[in-house]
């Protein structure tokens, strides 16, 4: 147990209105991830950070921003939600052995829907 | 650019028979590869992941994967299928500093 939690675990919202899903880990890693899953996409990378105020973009970034004020926390916002972006997301951590050897561990989800 | 393909977005096996799911990737640098599973309305599970060293890999559950360098293949297999198998599975690669980069899974149904 990587010790990460989400938080909405499901959330129901109307195009338009803003939304931010919480990413709350305990065990001070340094990388956190935000991905999304949807069906014949397997998982995509939204966004990541390597550490307090260091983020970037990943493979679908566009309509989402993220913020990561302390180590524990890493926030996603939708600032104006589309039906586009009704899908589970998943944050991740990741730790990192001696030998440079990145592994994922990954919360339980959240599933957004955008009406 | 690193990428994963997964072939078959579902497999279909009858309880007890061998389990093969197949991952091919492409890496212009020495991969880390991993498996990773997913039950329903759950996150994703560390199943099994190679790094450097002996190609055949062991994980939980009693599966296990060969890195086939010759072939860029990061197969999963079991030798018997158990109902509790039934899940998703998802084949990852990166090569240590950058972000995974997962395939689009393939869905195992275990049939009684």
């Known amino acids: 147990d990587a010790g990460i939690t989400q938080s909405p675990r499901h959330k129901v919202t109307e195009t338009g209105t803003p939304v931010t899903l919480r990413c709350h880990q305990t065990?001070?890693?340094?990388?956190m991830y935000w991905y999304r899953q949807d069906p014949g996409h397997g998982l995509r990378l939204i966004h990541y950070?390597?550490?307090?105020?260091?983020?970037d973009k990943g493979e679908v970034s566009d309509g989402y921003s993220v913020s990561r004020s302390k180590t524990e926390d890493f926030l996603l916002t939708l600032e104006s939600a589309t039906s586009s972006q009704t899908s589970v997301y998943f944050c991740a951590i990741s730790e990192r052995n001696s030998g440079g050897v990145e592994t994922q561990y990954f919360g339980p989800g959240t599933r957004l829907l955008v009406l | 650019a690193q990428s994963v393909t997964q072939l078959g977005s579902h497999v279909s096996v009858s309880e007890g028979a061998l389990v093969l799911l197949r991952c091919n990737y492409s890496?212009?640098?020495?991969?880390?590869l991993f498996w990773y599973v997913q039950y329903p309305n759950q996150g994703l599970q560390l199943l099994l992941k190679y790094t450097t060293g002996a190609t055949l890999v062991k994980g939980i559950n009693g599966f296990e994967a060969e890195f086939k360098k010759s072939e860029t293949s990061f197969h999963l297999t079991k030798p018997s299928a158990h109902m509790s198998d039934a899940a998703e599975y998802f084949c990852a690669v990166n090569s240590g500093n950058t972000p995974l980069v997962f395939g689009k899974g393939t869905r195992l149904s275990v049939i009684a």
């Open positions: 950070s390597y550490g307090v105020k260091d983020t």
């Open positions: 065990e001070n890693h340094r990388y």
């Open positions: 890496s212009s640098v020495p991969p880390y």
